[in-house]
C-alpha cells in the first residue's frame, strides 16, 4: 500500500530561521513528488515538483529535494517569515493519481 | 487562463438531499481528479476522470456517490442522499497529461455542510 507521512505534524519557529519539513513515501516507484502550501479554509497552491529523475528542485526561499532510495523528501524554507505560516503538503504520484501526507502545519512568529 | 474553477465555493445541504459540486478545469487540461478533506484530515483520492471517461474510481464510495466529465462542460461530484459524514472540503485538481508526468493544480475547494 502506498502512504505517504510528513514530520512533524506541527511546527511553531521565530520569524527569520531556516528550517526542513520532511516527507516519507512506503513505495519508492514514484513518478513525481510535489509540495504545496494551504492556508486555513483554502485551495491547495502548488510549490514545487520534483520528477523521479531529479534530486532537487529551488523556488525563491524553497528547496526541496527527493531521495527515492530512501523514500524521502525534504522541504527546506530559508530565512522564515510569517506569512509563511501554512499547512504544507508532499505528495507523490505514482501513475493516476497523488498520495499525499497529512501535512505538516508552520507557525512562524513574528 | 484561469486556474481550475470550483463552484460553490460553500454547499449547505439536509441530510437526504443531493449535492452537485461543480469542477472546470484549466484551458487545455483534460484530466481531472477529485479529493475529499475530513476535517483535520489529509486528502484522499476519490476519483479520476479524463473527458468522458472514468479511470480510477478506486476512492469513491460505492454508494450515493458518481462523477463525470462529459465532452463539454465541467466536471461533476454529484453526492444522493447526503449524511453528515459527508461534510468535508471537496477538492478538484486538473492536469495537461497523466499524473505521473505532470503538476497537478487545484481549485479553492467546495465545502459541503450537511445539517
Known amino acids: 500500500k502506498q502512504e505517504v507521512t510528513q514530520i512533524p505534524a506541527a511546527l511553531s519557529v521565530p520569524e527569520g530561521e531556516n528550517l526542513v519539513l520532511n516527507c516519507s513515501f512506503t513505495d519508492s516507484a514514484i513518478y513525481n513528488l510535489q509540495w504545496f502550501r494551504q492556508d486555513p479554509g483554502k485551495g491547495l497552491t502548488s510549490l514545487l515538483l520534483i520528477q523521479s529523475s531529479q534530486r532537487e528542485q529551488t523556488s525563491g526561499r524553497l528547496n526541496a529535494s527527493l531521495d527515492k532510495s530512501s523514500g524521502r523528501s525534504t522541504l527546506y524554507i530559508a530565512a522564515s517569515q510569517p506569512g509563511d505560516s501554512a499547512t504544507y503538503l508532499c505528495a507523490g504520484s505514482y501513475g493516476q493519481n497523488f498520495v499525499f501526507g497529512p501535512g505538516t502545519r508552520l507557525s512562524v512568529l513574528p | 487562463n484561469a486556474g481550475v474553477m470550483q463552484n460553490p465555493r460553500h454547499l449547505v445541504r439536509r441530510r437526504g438531499q443531493e449535492a452537485r459540486l461543480r469542477c472546470s478545469p484549466m484551458k487545455g487540461h483534460s484530466h481531472v481528479y477529485w479529493y475529499r478533506q475530513l476535517p483535520e484530515e489529509g486528502l484522499k483520492f476519490m476519483v479520476y476522470?479524463?473527458?468522458?471517461?472514468?479511470?480510477?474510481e478506486s476512492g469513491m464510495p460505492k454508494e450515493r456517490f458518481s462523477a463525470e466529465f462529459p465532452k463539454e462542460g465541467p466536471s461533476i461530484l454529484r453526492i444522493q442522499q447526503v449524511v453528515r459524514g459527508d461534510s468535508a472540503a471537496y477538492f478538484c485538481?486538473?492536469?495537461?497529461?497523466?499524473?505521473?508526468?505532470?503538476?497537478?493544480?487545484f481549485g479553492q475547494g467546495t465545502r459541503l455542510t450537511v445539517v
Open positions: 476522470l479524463q473527458k468522458e471517461n472514468i479511470i480510477d
Open positions: 485538481a486538473s492536469s495537461p497529461r497523466q499524473a505521473r508526468d505532470t503538476e497537478a493544480f
